[in-house]
């Protein structure tokens, strides 16, 4: 089969489409056919070789893909079978004609989704919803302030948080993506560019704050989200791009009973990831299926263009997900 690895830390040249053995699926391990894929922030990191794999896990990279059951394992359990349509949550091996993944994170696509699409939805909505329900305990009746909104994972976390009842709050850079993200339900839109967000939501709230941060940034905002973070608020991290030590008003945190909580997902036992799957068929994935919220596709790509995907995310242009067409 071919697959995509890093020949050496480096740009997007450093990107190779290489002939490698088709997997073949163990005990309670289905083969899955690949569709389709798509670019995560954490596949640009991997690439320059500042997010090595976690151990036991393959070196090709991609953390969601698409396809067609094409084999079953000893000891499965009929939950999908040959020929279905099904979605899934990596830990790596998504750039591929194929992979090799537990039966039990096997998710079915809803009908009217095509691959592209649901290629789309593993990493950006299981972190969007894990961040907001589970790590944020975001209710109907509060607000959450989402960087990087018009990302994969912020998008589907503006989606997510707007079906949900919140109010919501997008930051990201230039007109045309913040008037994309009011279409997709934001109630206030911050251009980083030209705004100061904490100084936005200060006057929005009457000083009182958001009650959930969505944070892709890290360091650079840690003083400003301090500010703008309500009474008993939760600040989620789920990425650095901006740095990852700075210091902390841990007074502040104190008096206002505030909770800073990280979040991961690549790294998660088998049990977890096989948890948060079945939560998101239960809880989410009708909402895929009904069309209340939806994938949102920025660009597809052959498999063969991978550099070229590469570019475009490194551009910060996209307006949600970077897909690979596999087949």
């Known amino acids: 089969m071919k697959a995509v690895l ?7 040249e450093k990107l190779e489409l290489v002939e490698l053995p ?3 699926p163990g005990p309670a391990e289905i083969a899955i056919e690949i569709h389709g894929s798509a670019l995560n922030r954490a596949d640009l990191l991997q690439r320059r070789g500042l997010y090595p794999p976690p151990a036991g896990t393959t070196d090709i990279l991609g953390l969601e893909c ?3 059951v094409s084999a079953l394992g000893p000891g499965c359990t009929g939950s999908v079978r040959i020929g279905d349509r099904v979605m899934v949550l990596l830990g790596g091996g998504g750039y591929a004609e194929g992979v090799v993944v537990p039966e039990a994170l096997a998710m079915k696509i809803p009908d009217g989704l095509s691959f ?3 290629a789309a939805i593993p990493e950006a909505f299981l972190t969007a919803r894990e961040a907001l329900f589970v790590a944020g305990h975001l209710a109907s009746t509060e607000s959450v302030l989402i960087h990087a909104a018009a990302g994969g994972v912020g998008s589907a976390a503006v989606q997510l948080a707007h079906s949900h009842g919140a109010r919501v709050f997008a930051s990201a850079g230039g007109p045309a993506k ?7 339900g934001a109630d206030v839109v911050i251009d980083y560019k030209s705004q100061d967000f904490a100084a936005v939501i200060q006057a929005e709230t009457a000083g009182r704050g958001v009650d959930v941060i969505l944070d892709f940034v890290g360091a650079a905002y840690a003083e400003q989200h301090g500010a703008c973070l309500a009474l008993r608020g939760r600040h989620v991290v789920i990425g ?6 700075t210091s902390l008003n841990l007074a502040r945190l104190l008096q206002k009973r505030q909770s800073l909580i ?17 939560a998101f068929v239960r809880s989410t994935l009708p909402l895929l299926a009904d069309g209340r919220v939806k994938p949102l596709v920025d660009s597809v790509f052959p498999l063969s263009e991978v550099a070229r995907a590469h570019e475009r995310m490194e551009s910060n242009a996209n307006l949600g997900k970077i897909v690979l067409k596999v087949r």
């Open 178 to 184: 913040c008037e994309w993200l009011r279409t997709l």
């Open 116 to 118: 592209e699409q649901a």
């Open 22 to 24: 088709t997997p073949v």
């Open 262 to 278: 990280g979040l991961v997902m690549r790294s998660r036992s088998l049990q977890e990831k096989i948890e948060l799957t079945r």
């Open 6 to 12: 890093v020949s050496e830390p480096g740009g997007p």
């Open 66 to 68: 698409a396809g067609v």
């Open 240 to 245: 650095v791009l901006g740095g990852a030590q």
